[in-house]
């Protein structure tokens, strides 16, 4: 845009000087001067209105990729948004979004580009089961452990998370309650199954907000902490399974090494 102002004024400023110029020449009497100056006037008035319009599309262009591009601002922070619902905190670069300084085909399909991976972004972070349940500390990890209750050696099925009585429990994923209800050592339990097979387990909950069959979204309070069911204090039991295969919740609390816990 620009260059194109530049061109207009240039234009605008050869068209006064050769007005200027035909109004000496009048009072001279050279009237074949003046005929070729009126011809180049008409030329710069022709030119003159084609770059009004070239400078009015180039400010509608503007506003046009400036619109797309406020778009994408607001999907952004939608999805930060959602990451942080869902206990995700991403440390991101300073300065915004890197805008290449080049033709305006090249910004469009870099806006277009965008927008469309932040809305496959946004939806794969609601389906996924990443983030953290309940924000408490790691007292219990995945894998094989020594029992509190008898000291020998057994395979814990997913993590414990340090709670206070009654703290907000947080579905991580998008899905639908599979189960709601008491079940053994579990207590209090709520499973939840998502999309791409993958299933949560939320145990020893005080109290469950959910129904079985309810379809809950990602940050959604789906229960309170207890310490029902095999429990020695009040913690979130938390697991991931894919296909009934199970998973280390660990590695889907984290994006990156940013994320605080």
């Known amino acids: 845009m620009g260059r ?13 000087s050769i007005v200027s110029l035909i109004i000496a020449l009048k009072s001279s009497g050279n009237k074949e001067e003046i005929e070729r100056l009126k011809k180049e006037v008409n030329f710069l008035r022709e030119e003159l209105t084609k770059k009004e319009e070239q400078l009015k599309k180039a400010v509608e262009e503007k506003e046009k990729l400036a619109k797309k591009l406020k778009s994408i601002e607001e999907k952004i922070k939608k999805a930060n948004k959602t990451l942080r619902r869902k206990g995700i905190k991403i ?8 805008i290449p300084a080049d033709r305006k085909e090249n910004l469009e399909f870099y806006a277009t580009t965008l927008e469309n991976s932040m ?37 814990h099925a997913g993590i414990d998370l340090k709670a206070q009585p009654r703290q907000p429990v947080f579905a991580t994923a998008n899905g639908i309650v599979k189960f709601a209800g008491w079940s053994g ?13 993958y299933e949560t387990y ?7 907000r959910v129904k079985k069959g309810q379809r809950v979204k990602a940050g959604t309070v789906i229960g309170y902490a207890g310490s029902t069911g095999r429990s ?21 609390l984290y994006l990156n090494r940013y994320n605080a816990f």
């Open 119 to 155: 809305e496959k972004l946004l939806k794969i972070m609601a389906e996924i089961p990443v983030g953290v349940p309940l924000y408490g500390r790691l007292t219990s990890r995945f894998g094989y452990r020594k029992d509190p209750f008898n000291g020998k050696l057994a395979f």
């Open 232 to 252: 020695t204090g009040v913690h979130l039991h938390y697991e991931i399974r894919r296909y009934g295969r199970l998973l280390n919740p660990l590695k889907y």
């Open 4 to 16: 194109n102002f530049t061109r207009l004024y240039l234009t605008v400023l050869s068209l006064i």
């Open 185 to 197: 050592g579990y207590g209090k339990l709520v499973i939840i199954k998502h999309k791409y097979g």
């Open 91 to 98: 440390k991101l670069p300073k300065g915004g979004l890197f």
């Open 202 to 208: 939320y145990g020893h909950l005080f109290k469950i």
